[in-house]
């Protein structure tokens, strides 16, 4: 029986522009083995997310970039098959950064343990995971919508934005989703409860804005950038919020606008435009993941997971976020090289 081996996808060129599967090789490696206080990982989903645009550039960008034959960074999920640390025995479902690859080996305390009989293992890299942390800070902590309020989020039908639109639904706003294509925004609507979508490829952005938010827009949880926010700012009401979580369209841009061209807009609105990230409210994690894992227990939060097979197919499903393929969040199911 031939040795299984560790399929692993590594950074071939950087990217000029939107990331295309070039920039990308996939390599066979051994399976490591463990050092001592480590535990050896054999993963079952891996995540790509839109930050990782980030890692790919030469100089740092929230963390060492990603060298050239280097494997990709992205946090997984999987169980321990060799361990060199009591507190994780093999067979232990787990947490890590284990980068794109079927076998990762790890430090123990770098990892954290997953109940996987509490909820299905993948929904820890989303709607139980950093995508639902930061969607449920977003809203409640940085956006903080009130009921009645009009709340807008771009990206609408991502990992992100879909679990904030429901959030803010479950705090009473009248929740409208911009998001990319006639599906898209049936989904948010029949699906995910939205109260309206925009499609911003339509190429009516204002009129539909206007149409679906009479009243104007009091929150903006923002995760896209560009021309969608311009033109939501064009509609904020006296004390908006504008919570920005990202900005994918600006990701291939090296040295992005520095200062926003509706400075006025913002102060003669008096808003407040925050930027944040995940980590920043780490501090509250316990209660957060107990109240997603409370909704999503109770059906009042749905999430959808875009399922790739094969860590060799991890960059097609990477460059896909650029370019709207996925519907919730895009995820990776290994298999082992045989
Ligand atoms: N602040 C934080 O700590 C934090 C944490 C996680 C994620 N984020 C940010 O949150 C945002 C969403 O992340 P996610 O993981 O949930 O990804 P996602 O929304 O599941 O996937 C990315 C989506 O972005 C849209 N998109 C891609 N390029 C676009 C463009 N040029 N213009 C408009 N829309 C575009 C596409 O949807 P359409 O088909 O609708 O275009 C695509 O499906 C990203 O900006 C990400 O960087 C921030």
């Given amino acids: 029986m031939r040795e299984a081996m560790n399929r692993r996808v590594v950074?071939?060129?950087r990217p000029v522009g939107v990331p295309t599967l070039g920039d990308f090789a996939v390599v066979d490696a051994p399976v490591p083995a463990p050092d001592a206080g480590q535990v050896v990982v054999r993963t079952r989903y891996i995540s790509v997310d839109p930050y990782m645009r980030g890692r790919l550039w030469e100089r740092p960008w929230r963390g060492d970039p990603v060298g050239i034959g280097e494997v990709m960074i992205g946090e997984g999920v999987g169980e321990v098959i060799a361990s060199r640390d009591a507190r994780l025995p093999a067979g232990?479902?787990?947490?890590g950064r284990f980068g794109w690859q079927t076998h990762a080996a790890a430090s123990a305390d770098a990892l954290d343990v997953i109940d996987p009989s509490a909820?299905?293992?993948?929904?820890?890299?989303?709607?139980?995971?950093?995508?639902?942390?930061?969607?449920?800070?977003?809203?409640?902590?940085?956006?903080?919508?009130?009921a009645g309020e009009t709340f807008v989020v771009t990206g609408a039908a991502g990992a992100?934005?879909?679990?904030?639109?429901?959030?803010?639904?479950l705090d009473g706003c009248r929740v409208v989703g911009v998001c990319g294509g006639a599906a898209k925004c049936a989904h948010v609507v029949d699906d995910l409860g939205f109260d309206a979508?925009?499609?911003?490829?339509?190429?009516?952005?204002?009129?539909e804005l206007a149409r679906a938010c009479p009243d104007g827009v009091d929150v903006i949880f923002e995760n896209v950038g560009g021309e969608i926010l311009e033109a939501l700012l064009r509609r904020i009401n006296l004390h908006a919020r504008i919570a920005l979580c990202g900005a994918i369209s600006q990701y291939h841009t090296a040295e992005p606008a520095l200062a926003p061209p509706h400075s006025r807009t913002l102060h003669r609105c008096r808003a407040r435009m925050e930027g944040f990230l995940v980590?920043?409210?780490?501090d509250h994690d316990a209660e957060a993941l107990a109240a997603l894992t409370r909704w999503v227990a109770d059906g009042r939060l749905k999430y959808?997971?875009?399922i790739v097979d094969g860590i060799e197919n991890a960059p097609a499903a990477f460059v896909g976020l650029f370019h709207g393929q996925n519907v919730g969040k895009q995820l990776v199911r290994t298999r082992a090289a045989a």
């Fill in 11 to 13: 950074l071939a060129r």
């Fill in 92 to 95: 232990t479902a787990v947490r």
């Fill in 119 to 146: 909820a299905p293992l993948s929904t820890a890299l989303g709607i139980l995971g950093m995508p639902g942390l930061t969607a449920y800070y977003g809203t409640r902590l940085v956006g903080r919508p009130r």
């Fill in 160 to 169: 992100v934005g879909s679990a904030a639109g429901q959030i803010a639904k």
């Fill in 197 to 207: 979508a925009v499609d911003y490829r339509a190429g009516q952005l204002d009129e």
């Fill in 279 to 282: 980590n920043d409210f780490a």
């Fill in 304 to 306: 959808r997971e875009d």
